[in-house]
């Protein structure tokens, strides 16, 4: 094991050739999937992704090779003036997201990984807001595994989105970066329960679905020791479940909860919809305002709706 080092499949891009030999771990014994030079083009990585593959590995003499390869693909996504086109740098930037809720979703006690997706936010933020046509290639980009941190990059720029309407992103600037890594790891406790992700949250059997109604707050005891974590990181893992007709977990009503946490459970119930009922946003979100009235906060349901209508989504 120490002569191989684990990278993450979500930052490995179809269209490069990759710099090192990738190699997945099957039955105590490293097979070489990717030969330095190849790449994953096609459906191979999607076809990793279904598998649930979410690391690959490669010598750890290499492990330098990759962070420059890392770190080149990130420089050139956040570069607007270089030739890659807007879906290529969304689908790099969506990646190096995943992967740092990932690693602070396996290792929460890391400050550094904090920092990290703390960093990768505040990129995010600057981007999003100059691209705004990014959350349509963002929405394209099929969590077909159900990963929790695909999940968590998604309601992250829905929510921000939505902050953009709601004038939130002007009203209280200091919280936005915050409140995205509180999206990125906002279902940190399905990493730890075991609840099956291939399934929608109503249709689990009971003993799954009693655990599941327990993750916001079980995930919020996971990291509460923490001091790293902004409070605001906190309180988004603890009420993003919560419900204005006081049906979430903790039974709280629209005026106990910040808007930020009406926000981004907004962002997560459509995000849902979206990854359980394989539509299009267009036709998610008829359903979905009809389905959520009464359920989730109007305000932040009209945010979401013109967010998508500026872009052109529905």
Same mark, same amino acid.
């Given at each position: 094991?120490?002569?191989?080092?684990? =990278?993450?499949?979500?930052t #490995?891009?179809?269209?490069?050739k =990759?710099p090192?030999d990738?190699y997945?771990?099957?039955?105590?014994?490293?097979?070489l999937?990717? +030969?330095? $030079?190849?790449?994953?083009?096609?459906? %191979?990585?999607? %076809? #990793?992704r279904?598998?649930?593959?979410?690391?690959m @590995?490669i010598?750890a003499? /290499?492990a330098?090779?990759y962070q420059?390869y890392?770190h080149?693909? =990130?420089k050139?996504?956040?570069?607007?003036?270089?030739? !890659?086109?807007?879906e290529i740098?969304?689908?790099?930037?969506?990646?190096?997201?995943?992967a740092?809720?990932?690693?602070?979703t396996e290792?929460?006690?890391s400050?550094a990984?904090?920092?990290?997706?703390?960093?990768?936010a505040?990129?995010?933020? /600057?981007?999003?807001?100059?691209?705004?046509?990014?959350l349509?290639h963002?929405?394209?980009?099929?969590?077909?595994?159900?990963n *929790?941190?695909?999940? $968590?990059?998604i309601?992250?720029?829905?929510s921000?989105a939505?902050c953009q309407?709601?004038?939130l992103?002007?009203?209280?600037?200091?919280q936005?970066?915050?409140m995205?890594?509180?999206?990125l790891?906002?279902d940190?406790?399905?990493? @730890?329960?075991?609840?099956?992700?291939?399934? %929608?949250p109503d249709?689990?059997?009971r003993?799954?679905k009693?655990?599941? #109604?327990?993750?916001?707050?079980d995930?919020?005891? +996971? *990291?509460k $020791?923490?001091?790293?974590f902004?409070?605001?990181?906190?309180?988004i =893992?603890?009420n993003?479940?919560?419900?204005i007709?006081m049906?979430?977990?903790?039974?709280r +009503?629209?005026?106990d909860?910040?808007?930020?946490?009406?926000?981004?459970?907004t962002a997560?119930a459509f995000?849902?919809? #979206?990854? @359980?009922?394989?539509? !299009?946003p %267009?036709e998610?979100?008829?359903k979905?305002? *009809?389905? /959520?009235?009464?359920?989730?906060?109007?305000e932040?349901?009209h945010?979401?709706?013109?967010?998508?209508? /500026?872009?052109?989504?529905?």
């Open positions: 094991m120490a002569d191989y080092a684990p =990278i993450r499949v979500s #490995l891009r179809g269209d490069q =990759i090192f990738a997945v771990h099957v039955a105590g014994k490293y097979i999937m990717c +030969r330095e $030079g190849d790449s994953f083009e096609g459906d %191979r990585i999607e %076809r #990793l279904g598998k649930k593959l979410v690391k @590995y010598a003499k /290499k330098q090779v420059d890392l080149e693909n =990130i050139r996504a956040y570069e607007a003036s270089n030739n !890659t086109s807007l740098r969304t689908q790099i930037i969506h990646g190096a997201l995943q740092a809720a990932e690693d602070l290792d929460p006690e400050k990984l904090y920092n990290v997706a703390l960093d990768g505040k990129r995010f933020n /600057k981007f999003f807001t100059a691209e705004p046509k990014s349509e963002l929405l394209a980009i099929k969590n077909v595994d159900f *929790i941190a695909h999940h $968590g990059v309601v992250a720029a829905l921000l939505i309407e709601l004038g992103v002007e009203a209280r600037p200091m936005i970066d915050a995205l890594v509180g999206c790891i906002h940190i406790e399905h990493n @730890y329960n075991n609840v099956g992700r291939s399934e %929608r249709l689990l059997g003993a799954e009693n655990i599941y #109604l327990k993750h916001s707050v995930g919020h005891d +996971r *990291i $020791g923490f001091i790293h902004d409070p605001l990181v906190r309180d =893992i603890l993003h479940e919560e419900k007709d049906s979430g977990p903790r039974k +009503r629209e005026k909860l910040d808007v930020f946490m009406l926000v981004t459970a997560n995000d849902t919809s #979206l990854t @359980y009922e394989g539509q !299009t %267009r998610a979100l008829k979905f305002l *009809i389905d /959520k009235m009464g359920v989730l906060q109007l932040t349901m945010g979401l709706q013109n967010a998508l209508k /500026k872009r052109g989504l529905v």
